[in-house]
């Protein structure tokens, strides 16, 4: 008994020397109950709002301070005309437009019916229906209100009129697809490089490489051509099948959205050689770059979840989670159908990560032997 004791006090003391096992054991139950619990909602909060208002009534300005008192919105701002709406949602500046009718206040009065457009972004139909019953059920809220104060007969409506944007099918594969191209593209080309250089390591040619002329950054540089290549062709397996298998649409330049998945192709391999400079294993590259990659990419991309629900230092923590830039650009690029200027913000991001993945992953790799 004495000995069993005191293997159990010898495990005891090895956990609680290492400070990884310690961080795994304590620190990652808690990081993950906040990253479920915050992340994973099914509410869309901080909907941006733009009204279209022509008449300016006071029925108008009562129905607008409704959405401003209301926590799922935010009025954004007025616009003057309805042809500046679609610009507006390419840019995402924002998620929602109430379009009022001309004589909206004079419509109550005489005709019995005055109509409310709702337009929304339907390239993501779940969220943009949630949107729309939410902006609906105020509407209705003010109107039985309305009725019961004024004794307005009950044949008076205020009538929403839904119109999706670029998805009126509302098809939930338009919002699906582009995550997981997204999701996929970044774990796959991740894992490929982040064995590159450990296994030199492993299998003992770390000396040929050393031993070569070329400077660390060449090296480097050498091991992701090639996965490179091999990740193009996963490119255009990935987008025919979903042009021709799932039906996605292209609507934007085939170029543009080329050239992005390109940008973010050796922006994930540069990440991965970034692991496989500082991993001591394949086991463990391998790990970093799916485990530690995953999850992340699922809950704080945008892939499932709202980014616009999560609390604020979320929304900060997403930033720099590359799948979040890449997934909202391809989704206006293949969905919305927008120019280049529209998704440059993305490019110039994805670019910048690429640059800094690289550099890092070329000044941590080893030019000597341990």
């Not at 070569?212 to 090639?226: D, T």
């Not at 039906?247 to 391999?269: K, N």
């Not at 206006?332 to 110039?348: A, P």
Request: hydrophobic content about 55%; some cysteine; charged content about 15%.
């Amino acid at each position: 008994m004495k000995q069993f004791l005191a293997f159990v006090k010898k495990e005891f003391l090895y956990i609680l020397r290492d400070p990884r096992t310690m961080l795994i054991l304590l620190a990652m139950p808690i990081i993950m109950m906040m990253l479920f619990g915050f992340a994973i909602t099914t509410e869309v909060k901080n909907t941006k709002l733009a009204i279209y208002d022509p008449s300016h009534d006071a029925v108008t300005q009562k129905i607008i301070e409704r959405f401003s008192n209301n926590k799922y919105f935010e009025i954004d701002r007025e616009v003057k005309d309805l042809s500046e709406v679609e610009d507006l949602f390419k840019s995402g500046e924002i998620n929602l437009c109430l379009a009022f009718s001309d004589n909206f206040a004079d419509d109550m009065l005489h005709t019995r019916e005055a109509s409310i457009q709702i337009l929304a972004d339907g390239s993501e139909p779940n969220q943009a229906s949630m949107r729309v019953n939410y902006a609906t059920q105020i509407l209705n809220d003010y109107q039985r209100e309305l009725m019961q104060q004024s004794g307005i007969r009950p044949q008076f409506q205020i009538v929403p009129q839904m119109k999706m944007l670029f998805n009126p099918q509302q098809k939930s594969e338009y919002n699906f697809v582009p995550g997981v191209i997204g999701m996929m593209l970044l774990l796959i080309c991740a894992m490929m490089s982040s064995i590159a250089i450990v296994r030199e390591r492993e299998t003992g040619t770390m000396e040929v490489l050393l031993a070569s002329p070329l400077p660390p950054s060449y090296i480097v540089i050498a091991k992701a051509i090639p996965y490179f290549c091999i990740s193009s062709i996963d490119l255009v397996t990935t987008l025919c099948v979903a042009r021709f298998l799932l039906h996605i649409p292209i609507a934007g330049s085939l170029l543009t959205i080329v050239a992005l998945a390109l940008v973010y192709i050796f922006m994930a391999l540069s990440l991965g050689l970034l692991i496989s400079s500082i991993a001591q294993s394949q086991l463990a590259a391998m790990l970093l770059s799916s485990m530690v990659l995953m999850l992340p990419t699922i809950l704080l991309s945008g892939m499932m979840f709202p980014v616009e629900a999560m609390p604020w230092w979320l929304k900060d923590l997403s930033a720099i989670i590359p799948a979040r830039w890449f997934i909202d650009a391809i989704r206006k690029l293949m969905i919305q159908g927008v120019s280049l200027q529209f998704v440059i913000k993305e490019f110039v991001i994805l670019a910048c990560m690429a640059a800094l993945f690289l550099a890092v992953a070329i000044k941590k790799f080893k030019i000597r032997l341990e």
